[in-house]
């Protein structure tokens, strides 16, 4: 193992909203001596193996990646990278139309790629909405427990201070669950911004190679084109699509681009997490 990867031991895990999830017992290694998973001693809920690849150590915690972050970058990325090739592949065909045949031997390559990443997609949204709904229901649980302590306090079965705990305590909970929840509809929002692209691209007659769903390159000789510049101009994204996400002054998730790279805003959960 690494020196990096023998820091793992003996620190504490927190989420990337600041939230306590354990503390790092040991590791499981390969036969090559590469870590496979990271056992974190969370309490009542036992040992818990996490895959090493959703942890990284961060001053002295070790901060865990949910799986629906992981997938959704790489999904982000792969797509948006298919897009930005199949746009050059138009622009390739549309300086040279010698090059017609040389495109459409790679034409097959990206329309299953794209069709796998559909799929891929579908998963990925689906896992979403349950981590929502999830949270939904954490919030619920968490407005019910905030009101019988301001019950008890009422009726003076409790103090002040132990009921200005508890409101503490749950604001701090609150503030994370915000925090994810509001990643995860960014998230939503970047999707959805690369599926109508997509769409559009594939469905505008006005594109040079049309095609059926996801096959971007087509034959070009049924539809003659007699001014390639202006048809084959790179498709501006339309207003609906700009203010698909909403405005979340309050909080600050991170922000993935279309092509999949994070913007700068990433590091914000780093700094809380310093920050605690």
């Given at each position: 193992?690494?020196?990096?990867?023998?820091?793992?031991?003996?620190?504490?895990?927190?989420?990337?909203?600041?939230?306590?999830?354990?503390?790092?017992?040991?590791?499981?290694?390969?036969?090559?001596?590469?870590?496979?998973?990271?056992?974190?001693?969370?309490?009542?809920?036992?040992?818990?193996?996490?895959?090493?690849?959703?942890?990284?150590?961060?001053?002295?915690?070790?901060?865990?990646?949910?799986?629906?972050?992981?997938?959704?970058?790489?999904?982000?990325?792969?797509?948006?990278?298919?897009?930005?090739?199949?746009?050059?592949?138009?622009?390739?065909?549309?300086?040279?139309?010698?090059?017609?045949?040389?495109?459409?031997?790679?034409?097959?390559?990206?329309?299953?790629?794209?069709?796998?990443?559909?799929?891929?997609?579908?998963?990925?949204?689906?896992?979403?909405?349950?981590?929502?709904?999830?949270?939904?229901?954490?919030?619920?649980?968490?407005?019910?427990l905030v009101f019988d302590a301001k019950?008890?306090?009422?009726?003076?079965?409790?103090?002040?201070?132990?009921?200005?705990?508890?409101?503490?305590?749950?604001?701090?909970?609150?503030?994370?669950?915000?925090?994810?929840?509001?990643?995860?509809?960014?998230?939503?929002?970047?999707?959805?911004?690369?599926?109508?692209?997509?769409?559009?691209?594939?469905?505008?007659?006005?594109?040079?190679?049309?095609?059926?769903?996801?096959?971007?390159?087509?034959?070009?000789?049924?539809?003659?084109?007699?001014?390639?510049?202006?048809?084959?101009?790179?498709?501006?994204?339309?207003?609906?699509?700009?203010?698909?996400?909403?405005?979340?002054?309050?909080?600050?998730?991170?922000?993935?681009?279309?092509?999949?790279?994070?913007?700068?805003?990433?590091?914000?959960?780093?700094?809380?997490?310093?920050?605690?």
């Amino acid at each position: 193992m690494s020196k990096e990867e023998i820091e793992f031991i003996g620190k504490q895990v927190k989420d990337m909203y600041g939230t306590f999830i354990g503390k790092v017992v040991g590791t499981i290694t390969d036969i090559d001596g590469s870590v496979q998973t990271v056992g974190v001693d969370c309490g009542s809920e036992g040992l818990r193996q996490i895959p090493f690849e959703q942890l990284v150590v961060q001053g002295a915690f070790v901060i865990f990646i949910p799986r629906w972050r992981l997938e959704a970058q790489r999904l982000l990325r792969e797509k948006g990278l298919t897009l930005r090739r199949i746009r050059a592949l138009i622009d390739i065909v549309s300086d040279n139309d010698d090059m017609k045949e040389d495109a459409e031997l790679i034409h097959e390559k990206y329309k299953m790629k794209l069709l796998t990443l559909e799929e891929s997609e579908k998963q990925i949204k689906e896992k979403l909405e349950h981590r929502l709904a999830e949270l939904d229901s954490q919030l619920k649980s968490i407005r019910m427990l905030v009101f019988d302590a301001k019950l008890q306090y009422k009726s003076n079965e409790i103090s002040d201070a132990k009921y200005e705990s508890v409101k503490t305590q749950t604001v701090e909970i609150v503030e994370h669950i915000e925090h994810e929840k509001a990643e995860i509809v960014n998230i939503q929002h970047r999707i959805s911004d690369l599926s109508v692209e997509n769409v559009e691209r594939t469905e505008n007659p006005k594109e040079q190679l049309h095609s059926a769903a996801v096959s971007y390159l087509g034959k070009v000789e049924s539809n003659p084109i007699t001014e390639p510049t202006k048809t084959l101009a790179p498709i501006m994204p339309s207003p609906a699509i700009t203010n698909i996400t909403p405005p979340t002054p309050s909080q600050k998730p991170v922000a993935i681009g279309a092509d999949g790279a994070e913007d700068s805003q990433d590091s914000d959960w780093l700094s809380r997490m310093s920050s605690q």
